[in-house]
């Protein structure tokens, strides 16, 4: 227990952007990719209009990729193994869209403290590469994460 505790604060410091899923697990990262949105428009002419109107249509979300990590657990690739086993056929039989989990990326300043906090809803991993293998170290290290997701909220 001793043990995991400073495993925990040794990913906290050693980088700037900690990502919680379900709560409970963690995984810390050095770069993440921005936060985008786009909004497509819908164009309509009313009767005798020169112009004409548009108003916003769908909008999409970027995906985000989180890179140069490390996590205390195997959270992260047992999740995106399961969404894998589930596309196979292999996993429970249940819809891949349950596997969707909510998520809370923080982002710490020089001091540590917390700058900003964006949740994330909806997602999912679509790329996972782990990083390279090490005896000596007690924690996963997670080279790059790609997750999809519905939306996000800033702050």
Not at 1 to 29: K, T, W, Y
Not at 94 to 109: H, S, V, W
């Amino acid at each position: 227990m001793g043990n995991s505790l400073a495993i925990s604060r040794l990913l906290i410091e050693s980088f700037n952007f900690q990502l919680n899923i379900d709560a409970v697990s963690f995984a810390s990262f050095s770069k993440i990719s921005s936060l985008s949105t786009s909004t497509s428009v819908s164009k309509y002419r009313e009767a005798g209009a020169i112009l004409p109107i548009k108003d916003p249509d769908e909008v999409e979300f970027s995906n985000l990729t989180l890179e140069t990590g490390a996590s205390n657990d195997l959270t992260f690739y047992n999740w995106n193994n399961n969404i894998i086993q589930n596309i196979m056929g292999f996993g429970t039989g249940l819809p891949i869209a349950l596997d969707k989990r909510n998520a809370t990326l923080y982002c710490f300043g020089r001091d540590k403290s917390v700058i900003k906090k964006i949740q994330i809803y909806g997602a999912f991993p679509i790329e996972f590469t782990a990083g390279d293998w090490d005896n000596d170290q007690d924690k996963v290290l997670i080279e790059k994460l790609t997750l999809a997701y519905d939306y996000f909220v800033i702050s």
